[in-house]
DNA sequence: AAGTCGTGGCT
DNA sequence: TAGCCAAGACT
C-alpha cells in the first residue's frame, strides 16, 4: 500500500477510525472456530440466562461459574422464579464464587424486572443499566449478545486486545478512558449483526489468546497488524495495578463469616461466628459491614442469618 | 476517583 | 512463595 498523496486518508492506516475493517473479519472469522461453547452461549440460555452470567462472570473465571450457573437456572428459570424467594437465598446459592453482594443485586434485578418489565429481562440498555448490579459493561453485554444489539462492549479482555492490536501498549490504563470509549465507539462494525459478533469474538480473543500474561500472539488472527507485536512489545510502562491484598483484611472475615452463615439454614448465635476470628474489633467490623450491605440480617438474641427480606 | 468488595488457581 | 489475575459495580 501506498501513501495517498490527495487528501483522501488512507482507509487502513493503523489507528484511525478504520483499522477496525481489517480487524473484524479475522477476529470474526477465528472466534466461529474457536469460541468455546459456553451455556450462555447457547440459544436456550435466552436473556435471562445472559444475564446471570454476566453477574457471575463479574470479576470471577468461567470455570468457577459453570455449575453455579447450571444450578442456578435450573432452581430459577425466569426472573420472577428468583424474585419470590428471599434474597438470603440467591447469597446461599451464590456459594463461594466471590463478591455475594452480586447475588443480593441479581435478586434485587430479578424483583425489578418482575415489577417493571412483566417478568422479561429489558432489551433496552437504559432499562437495563437502571437495573441494580448493572453497569455500562453488563449492560451493553446483555444488549448484544441476549438480543444482537450495537453496543461498544467494553470489558477488561477488549480493553487489552484493543490497546494492543490498535494503541500498541502492553495494557490499557487502570481506569476506563473516554479515549478507550470512543476507540471501542469507532471499531463498531456499522450493522448490528457483526457488531454483537465482534464484541463476543474481541472478548473471547482476549480470554483465550491476547491473555494478560503469556499471550500467544502464534494464535492471533491480528498478530501480523498488531500495533504492539508490531512495535517489538514494548513493556508497560504506566503505573502498576495495586495489588490486592487479602489475607488479614476485613474482606477475608467477611467470606469467613458468611460461609458460616450460607451452611446455616437456622439462625446462628454469635457465639458461632465469633470463633471465625480471633481479633474482636475487625471482627465486629466485618459483622456490622455484612448488616450494612443487607447480606447478613440480625435478630434479637444475638442470632444472625441470611436476610430473608 | 480512589477504595472497597471474595475466592481460588496459577506461576 | 507470594503476588497476580479473573466477562465490574458502587460510593
Known amino acids: 500500500?501506498?501513501?495517498?498523496?490527495?487528501?483522501?486518508?488512507?482507509?487502513?492506516s493503523p489507528g484511525d477510525s478504520?483499522?477496525?475493517?481489517?480487524?473484524?473479519?479475522?477476529?470474526?472469522?477465528?472466534f466461529d472456530s474457536h469460541a468455546r461453547d459456553l451455556p450462555w452461549r447457547r440459544p436456550e440460555a435466552g436473556p435471562w440466562g445472559v444475564m446471570v452470567s454476566e453477574f457471575m462472570l463479574q470479576q470471577t473465571p468461567v470455570n468457577r461459574v459453570l455449575p453455579v450457573y447450571e444450578q442456578w437456572l435450573r432452581r430459577w428459570p425466569r426472573p420472577a422464579d428468583l424474585a419470590q424467594e428471599p434474597p438470603g437465598e440467591a447469597v446461599r446459592a451464590w456459594g463461594r464464587l466471590g463478591y455475594p453482594r452480586r447475588a443480593l443485586r441479581l435478586h434485587g434485578a430479578a424483583v425489578a424486572i418482575t415489577e417493571r418489565h412483566g417478568g422479561d429481562v429489558p432489551e433496552d440498555h437504559a432499562q437495563l443499566l437502571a437495573l441494580p448490579g448493572i453497569g455500562e459493561y453488563t449492560a451493553a453485554a446483555v444488549a448484544s449478545f441476549a438480543y444482537g444489539q450495537r453496543h461498544a462492549v467494553l470489558d477488561t479482555n477488549v480493553r487489552r486486545v484493543l490497546a494492543r492490536a490498535v494503541t500498541g501498549t502492553q495494557f490499557p490504563p487502570n481506569a476506563t478512558t473516554a479515549a478507550e470509549r470512543k476507540l471501542?465507539?469507532?471499531l463498531l462494525p456499522d450493522d448490528e449483526r457483526t457488531a454483537s459478533r465482534w464484541a463476543?469474538?474481541?472478548?473471547?480473543?482476549?480470554?483465550l489468546v491476547c491473555t494478560?500474561?503469556?499471550?500467544?500472539?502464534?494464535?492471533c488472527p491480528i498478530a501480523t497488524q498488531c500495533a504492539w507485536r508490531l512495535a517489538g512489545k514494548p513493556p508497560h510502562d504506566g503505573p502498576a495495578r495495586r495489588g490486592q491484598t487479602y489475607a488479614g483484611t476485613d474482606r477475608q472475615v467477611r467470606g469467613k463469616l458468611l460461609a458460616v452463615l450460607r451452611e446455616s439454614v437456622a439462625p446462628v448465635p454469635q457465639s458461632v461466628l465469633d470463633r471465625v476470628w480471633d481479633e474482636p474489633v475487625q471482627r465486629a467490623r466485618a459483622l456490622d459491614g455484612l448488616v450494612a450491605d443487607g447480606l447478613v440480617e440480625p435478630l434479637p438474641n444475638g442470632l444472625y442469618r441470611l436476610p430473608l427480606t
Open 200 to 207: 463476543a469474538a474481541s472478548m473471547e480473543l482476549g480470554a
Open 184 to 186: 471501542a465507539r469507532a
Open 212 to 219: 494478560a500474561k503469556n499471550e500467544t500472539c502464534h494464535r
Open 18 to 30: 478504520d483499522s477496525g475493517t481489517t480487524l473484524h473479519p479475522p477476529v470474526i472469522a477465528w
Open 1 to 12: 500500500m501506498t501513501a495517498p498523496t490527495n487528501t483522501t486518508p488512507s482507509p487502513y
